[in-house]
């Protein structure tokens, strides 16, 4: 017993032992770490906070960027986020200081699809890059984002770039040209096209998408079909796209319309029609009271013109873009759809 207990006594001196010396050993690493550490010896993973700025990409997307830095987003989806990189400031100053093209758009009016670049923390203000405005700066900032972009998307931006810079120098978009559609009958709306309300207020216009604007729901959370009613929009296999917007948008209220005739369906209510870019995005739009459709491509100003700049009397024959695929038309009223987030 007398030999138990000395063997015992002796391993928690051990053990106190190896404790004590760990303790010290963290304690003049962190002593050490801290008292050699300046500006220059951070890793490049942390953040000073008394130089970082903080970014409200979308409801769910905060980044906490160093002031050195910025973040360009390339703006080409109406419903989903869009795809972003950060960047040296310097190296994107000497970039939008080489050509001041995009300093002065004129009338661009970006559809849907690829729309432009928007450069955070830059100034004090977002800078945005419209589509067609710059052919520089544009296909520059494109070959910084190409690393995260699949080679389809590339190719669009880039032939985008190219056919919009053309057209806006050769002075060939038509302006308020509507489209044919007049002698069918149009149906009721009680939706009124007021564009000050979703497009005046940034923190509005930023966070609502087509799918808040065709529902006239603010909810500035960027809302996604089905995501209030735990359905998640799937994009594998992408043929099955379309169909899991669609049933998002039906649970969380919405009716889908048969559409069997050249006309528009009468829905007696507020009439709503969804459009499908294959496998990547989709977009609403939503008839007005005035007989007209209107839309708010993703985070850019709301409107009643198409790709073309022409008013639209049918989505199913306008100028929709890359949104080649149409899904269908939705009656839809703010009491009858389920909460939308």
């Known amino acids: 017993m007398y030999l138990f207990s000395k063997l015992r006594s002796l391993s928690q001196g051990i053990i106190m032992t190896s404790v ?25 993973d942390v953040i000073r906070l008394e130089t970082a700025n903080a970014i409200h990409l979308s409801p769910d997307n905060l980044l906490v960027i160093p002031s050195e830095s910025v973040v ?40 849907l699809g690829y729309q432009g670049f928007t450069v955070y923390n830059y100034d004090q203000n977002p800078v945005f890059i419209a589509c067609g405005s710059d052919i520089g700066v544009e296909t520059g900032l494109l070959e910084r984002l190409s690393f995260g972009l699949d080679r389809e998307l590339q190719q669009f931006v880039r032939s985008k770039i190219q056919t919009e810079w053309a057209q806006r120098h050769n002075h060939r978009r038509r302006h308020g040209m509507p489209h044919h559609g007049f002698m069918c009958p149009r149906p009721p709306s009680t939706t009124k096209y007021e564009p000050h309300i979703w497009n005046n207020r940034t923190f509005v216009k930023r966070r609502n998408n087509c799918y808040n604007y065709a529902s006239n729901i603010i909810t500035n959370t960027f809302a996604q079909p089905g995501r209030a009613n735990k359905h998640n929009i799937t994009r594998n296999p992408p043929e099955m796209y379309g169909q899991s917007v669609h049933y998002g948008t039906m649970v969380d209220g919405l009716t889908p319309l048969p559409a069997n005739s050249r006309c528009l369906p009468n829905a007696g209510l507020n009439l709503v029609a969804l459009v499908i870019w294959p496998g990547r995005d989709y977009h609403f739009y939503r008839l007005d009271n005035n007989g007209m459709w209107s839309h708010k491509p993703g985070r850019t100003p709301a409107r009643n013109v198409d790709n073309s700049n022409n008013f639209i009397l049918d989505p199913r024959i306008a100028d929709v873009g890359p949104y080649t695929v149409f899904q269908g038309f939705f009656l839809t009223n703010v009491f009858d759809v389920r909460h939308i987030m």
């Open 20 to 44: 004590q010396i760990i303790c010290v050993v963290l304690f003049c690493g962190y002593f050490l770490g801290v008292a050699n550490c300046d500006g220059n010896n951070l890793s490049p």
């Open 72 to 111: 360009v987003e390339l703006n080409v989806y109406s419903g989903r986020d869009d795809p972003y990189i950060q960047m040296p400031r310097a190296q994107v100053h000497r970039m939008l200081q080489s050509s001041l093209g995009w300093r002065n758009p004129g009338d661009i009016i970006p559809g």
